[in-house]
């Protein structure tokens, strides 16, 4: 009776514990869903409405919010990280370059690209990012996964074709920001493992290492600076601007954590396609919002074939509780199960 008890108590023990991992993992996801929502839409308002001329300059904003808040809340000891040392850049390369290259291309898409089908475009991101977890990080996919990207990248295909709000540079940057998206989360993914840096470490030393070379290539860029000078000449820099602009920084650093923590508490393919909130809101409502969208059939269909992979991937995703199985593990399976069956789960 004794030994039946104990079982019921750790089986019990065991369901919470298996609770508690799902309500994290859904409550990071979220965070990051209404995070990513209220920053692309405070940019877009920022770089389009308001005709800010510089994403660089916001994209400095951002990184130097992030570095100077982390540093004052860790020197109140509200938070803390390791120490730079030598060992530092190593731990955090090559992060900080994919960071840096995601956030700038990111918010030059942002400014270029209609709402709706940058956040369309975006999602090539998610078969990007698929295939460098399984090249990287050797997590294989389900199928449910796999039929989901399909879907969501063959959606994306669909409206990119009938777009008629076409530009070659938005295209370009989203493409680079693609990449960047994919490679930043799985290396994110990498370094979290490891616990080297930690969350908050993570987050600063890749802030830190891109603000000094960013201040570089601003101060080259005579152009970006020129327009700004014109911007503020011409009297545009009003306080509506003022504070969209410090919304955007504020909204950077919380994007920024959130993207970490997110990817902590799941994988990264979860982080690429957060869930059906964050793409139907961003996808419907810009068409009615941001005023660049130009609608057609053949577009407006191939969006929501996009959208409805977005909701499979997210319902494929939360459904189970399955562990991750990697590539490496294939060998002792097959001896111990004789199986050869690997499950994706974020």
């Known amino acids: 009776m004794s030994r039946l008890s104990t079982s019921q108590k750790q089986q019990h023990s065991t369901n919470n514990s298996n609770n508690n991992t799902i309500f994290l993992r859904v409550l990071s996801a979220i965070f990051y869903a209404i995070c990513s929502i209220t920053v692309i839409f405070v940019n877009k308002i920022l770089l389009t409405n308001y005709r800010f001329p510089s994403f660089l300059y916001v994209a400095f904003g951002q990184m130097l919010t992030t570095v100077v808040t982390l540093y004052l809340l860790k020197r109140i000891k509200f938070l803390s990280f390791p120490k730079m040392d030598v060992s530092i850049p190593e731990k955090i390369f090559p992060l900080p370059i994919f960071f840096a290259v995601n956030l700038i291309a990111g918010l030059g898409g ?7 089908m940058f956040t369309v475009l975006r999602r090539f991101s998610i078969f990007l990012t698929m295939l460098f977890e399984y090249f990287i990080l050797g997590i294989i996919p389900t199928f449910g996964v796999k039929f989901s990207v399909f879907l969501m990248i063959f959606g994306s295909a669909i409206a990119a074709m009938f777009d008629l709000s076409f530009d070659s540079l938005g295209y370009l940057l989203i493409c680079f920001n693609n990449f960047a998206t ?14 080297e840096l930690g ?10 290492f891109m603000l000094l070379p960013l201040i570089g290539f601003i101060l080259l860029n005579n152009e970006e600076t020129e327009k700004l000078r014109i911007y503020i000449d011409q009297g545009y820099l009003t306080i509506p601007v003022l504070l969209f602009l410090l919304l955007s920084c504020i909204g950077g650093l919380l994007l920024n954590y959130s993207v970490v923590l997110c990817t902590s508490h799941n994988s990264a393919l979860t982080t690429v396609c957060v869930g059906p909130i964050k793409n139907m809101f961003v ?32 319902y494929v995703t939360f459904r189970t ?23 994706y789960n974020n």
């Open 110 to 116: 942002t400014k270029i690209i209609s709402l709706p």
């Open 182 to 195: 994919a490679l930043n989360g799985v290396y994110m993914k990498k370094k979290l493992n490891s616990k």
């Open 199 to 208: 969350k908050n470490g993570l987050l600063f030393y890749n802030s830190l």
């Open 283 to 314: 996808t419907y409502i810009g068409m009615i919002s941001s005023g660049d969208y130009i609608f057609t059939w053949n577009n407006f269909i191939g969006i929501n074939i996009s959208v409805f992979g977005s909701i499979l991937y997210t």
């Open 321 to 343: 509780n399955e562990r991750i199985i990697s590539r490496t593990d294939i060998a002792s399976i097959k001896i111990k199960e004789g199986k050869g069956k690997h499950f």
